[in-house]
């Protein structure tokens, strides 16, 4: 399951959900806050900018931004909402596409990294990150907390969210550290129960210390680790983090 195959037209389409879900203030406004402290003045690119959930708004904040995407579709659906000259796109792999130029901030957000299906182009991600930062720039990476803890021994999948409409189910393969998200969203309850349609999404998930590791092998350190955008603790118990990953002052 290829990632430009998964990501065509009919999912670039759906994918945005303007006011709710990831596109809610809430979700959108303390990310792009952050975000806009974090590039400190400069310029920022971000890997998989996708339809510009975070990339548009952050712009209108003021913080310049490029970026790089793999789906056709999806940036032609960021074109609905911004011209090239806004907010310049690159099209290829987020582990060896280049961008011109260089940035004080890079991001990649909404467990994009987990899309990388194997541990060497997570690697080689973090590495092409490296060649796009000043001296001093900052690498951030929104990731989920792999959920193994709720995994019962002998069974293959967990439940990850039940709410009216939708239904996600993560099936695992811990020999490889795969996991397939199942994304099904359906009508009422008093429907026919014909109208349900599946979206599955493949990821290879990854736990904070093995990315702070890919992180040293591209000349990284952890500068902080939050819980969310808003910098709540990180503990045992969260279920995702935001990692600020910066790069020596003098290179």
């Given at each position: ?173 811990v020999l490889h550290q795969h996991v397939v998200s199942h ?52 503990t045992a118990e969260s279920p995702s983090h935001v990692s ?8």
């Amino acid at each position: 399951m290829r990632q430009d195959d998964l990501w065509d037209t009919e999912a670039a389409q759906s994918y945005d959900t303007p006011g709710t879900g990831m596109f809610a203030d809430a979700v959108l406004k303390p990310t792009v806050a952050r975000l806009t402290e974090l590039a400190a003045g400069g310029r920022a690119l971000e890997f998989a900018i996708g339809t510009g959930r975070v990339a548009v708004p952050l712009a209108e904040a003021g913080v310049p931004v490029t970026g790089i995407e793999l789906s056709r579709p999806m940036l032609e659906q960021l074109r609905t909402k911004v011209d090239e000259q806004t907010i310049p796109v690159v099209v290829g792999d987020m582990a060896t596409a280049r961008a011109p130029g260089t940035f004080t901030l890079l991001y990649l957000v909404f467990n994009t990294i987990s899309n990388l299906l194997t541990q060497a182009e997570q690697v080689a991600c973090f590495r092409n990150a490296a060649r796009h930062l000043d001296a001093g720039g900052r690498f951030v990476i929104e990731l989920w907390v792999p959920e193994l803890r709720a995994l019962p021994p002998g069974r293959g999948a967990t439940v990850g969210t039940v709410e009216p409409g939708y239904l996600l189910i993560d099936t695992y393969d811990v020999l490889h550290q795969h996991v397939v998200s199942h994304h099904v969203t359906y009508g009422p309850a008093d429907g026919d129960g014909r109208d349900g349609r599946l979206f599955r999404s493949p990821h290879r998930y990854v736990w904070p210390a093995e990315l702070d590791l890919m992180a040293q092998l591209a000349g990284f350190e952890l500068e902080s680790r939050h819980a969310d955008w808003s910098g709540a603790p990180f503990t045992a118990e969260s279920p995702s983090h935001v990692s600020v990953y910066r790069l020596p002052a003098e290179r």
